[in-house]
T-cell receptor, first 115, second 114 residues
């Protein structure tokens, strides 16, 4: 069965500092990997996704993520955090199951940005 | 207008009551999903439907039922609500033509069972 681990429940960074959110997955084949962001009171918005090709993926809002098969990781990064990035971030892995993919989500990382 | 809408956005109900949460989409997607979100647990899949005639249980379907009335509508029912069903519920859709099956989420329904 597929699974996702986000080891950091909360992270606090200063505005302008760099950010890395960790994600480790378990899946038997090449996974579909996603990062979603949830702002307070909002639904989930896709930041970026990976299936194949270049292991460094660019997303919206200046985010990027790197797929490392050897480490089963898909960490999210941003070189300079803005106060508006404060939100909850979810990593997800997609696995094929009889007709389509199902997503399994991690438990999320809550990002706080200090001004 | 939003592509995926959920009604109601907030609901307070009492233990034992039957309630329905509704989801509509204008994206033309075949696949629809219901999740619940609890603090510290992330999102967990309740039910999913890959087309109008295909409905499947997710990892936490006990106490819930669904109805896919049309391609655009997917409803979630709590037959007899209990307090531990208090949560934030999300509907999502995806396009079967999309190799990645990226999911698009509604704004959520906050349900409180007293």
């Amino acid at each position: 069965a597929q699974s996702v681990t986000q080891p950091d429940i909360h992270i606090t960074v200063s505005e302008g500092a760099s950010l890395e959110l960790r994600c480790n997955y378990s899946y038997g084949a090449t996974p579909y990997l996603f990062w979603y962001v949830q702002s307070p009171g909002q639904g989930l918005q896709l930041l970026l996704k990976y299936f194949s090709g270049d292991t460094l993926v660019q997303g919206i809002k200046g985010f990027e993520a790197e797929f490392k098969r050897s480490q089963s990781s898909f960490n999210l990064r941003k070189p300079s955090v803005h106060w508006s990035d404060a939100a909850e971030y979810f990593c997800a892995v997609g696995g094929f199951t009889g007709g389509g993919n199902k997503l399994t989500f991690g438990t999320g990382t809550q990002l706080k940005v200090e001004l | 207008d939003a592509d995926v809408t959920q009604t109601p956005r907030n609901r307070i109900t009492k233990t034992g009551k039957r309630i329905m949460l509704e989801c509509s989409q204008t994206k033309g997607h075949d696949r629809m999903y219901w999740y619940r979100q609890d603090p510290g647990l992330g999102l967990r899949l309740i039910y999913y439907s890959f087309d109008v005639k295909d409905i499947n249980k997710g990892e936490i379907s006990d106490g819930y039922s669904v109805s896919r009335q049309a391609q655009a509508k997917f409803s979630l029912s709590l037959e007899s609500a209990i307090p531990n069903q208090t949560a934030l519920y999300f509907c999502a859709t995806s396009d079967k033509e999309d190799w990645s099956d990226e999911q698009y989420f509604g704004p959520g329904t906050r349900l409180t069972v007293t």
